[in-house]
């Protein structure tokens, strides 16, 4: 285990000294490698955290490149960037942030074989993507891992957000994503409020830290909803649905089908 410098300690002292936490779960942070999967508004902001905080080592995964549209929310990038591929410029402006951390780049989609090799080699795995086929994708390959799951969704002026621990008596993304239909917008066709993917970005990097140190009650189990023009939080509680596809009682490995 790579134990901190006296310059981080010095850096992480606010942290540090958050009551129970300690220089024991600032060198697990250390420790940790974390897989940001999505460099959009949400994976902006929660990799800056993580990287502000003093995670080990990351690994970026997006294939886009940067567009003017992007510039109101995806805080990483400049006018400067458009064109570029996203996770070089998130590469080169996180490692100003944090010059001790890891990070490692994938520009191009993976099929679940390929992500599962990454997943596997990661402590936890951030869903930072737009849509469904990417979220069921990297929750079946979570759930194969058994590799916990952050995964938040902000569109218009509304967000959800909730943890995955895949044990046997909790619920996966499919289990919830059953509940709400086929009508998925995107950000393209609804909009959205450049803050509030900010917030979301950033209770994801809180929600990581949590899970990786162990601090604190994640969010597994339930879901936060927050509306942004009322400003109301709420949360809903959400169980494991016997007759999911990939996690309910059901299931046999030959259900999930690998590309
Ligand atoms: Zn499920």
Redesign the pocket.
């Known amino acids: 285990m790579l134990t901190l410098t006296d310059q981080e300690l010095f850096r992480y002292d606010r942290q540090i000294a958050l009551h129970g936490f300690d220089i024991d779960r600032q060198q697990v942070l250390k420790n940790s490698t974390v897989l940001i999967i999505g460099l959009g508004g949400l994976g902006c902001a929660a990799s800056l955290y993580l990287a502000a905080s003093g995670i080990g080592k990351v690994t970026l995964i997006d294939f886009d490149t940067i567009s003017e549209s992007n510039l109101n929310r995806q805080i990483l990038y400049t006018p400067k960037s458009i064109n570029q591929y996203k996770v070089d410029i998130a590469k080169q402006k996180l490692s100003q942030i944090n010059p001790n951390m890891i990070i490692d780049t994938i520009n191009q989609k993976l099929v679940d074989s390929e992500l599962m090799t990454v997943i596997k080699q990661h402590d936890i795995v951030i869903d930072c993507t737009d849509n469904l086929t990417s979220r069921e994708q990297i929750n079946r390959c979570c759930f194969q891992e058994k590799k916990p799951l952050v995964s938040g969704a902000a569109i218009r002026m509304e967000g959800l957000l909730t943890v995955f621990n895949y044990e046997d008596d909790q619920?996966?993304?499919?289990?919830l994503s059953q509940l709400f239909g086929q009508n998925q917008l995107t950000c393209i066709e609804a909009g959205v409020m450049a803050p509030l993917v900010g917030m979301f970005g950033s209770i994801q990097a809180l929600e990581s830290i949590k899970v990786l140190t162990k601090y604190g009650k994640p969010l597994v189990g339930r879901v936060l909803m927050v509306d942004g023009m009322t400003m109301e939080f709420n949360q809903v509680t959400f169980a494991?649905?016997s007759n999911?596809i990939?996690?309910?009682n059901q299931h046999t490995t030959q259900a999930i089908k690998c590309k």
């Open positions: 619920p996966c993304y499919h289990c494991k649905q999911c990939i996690c309910g």
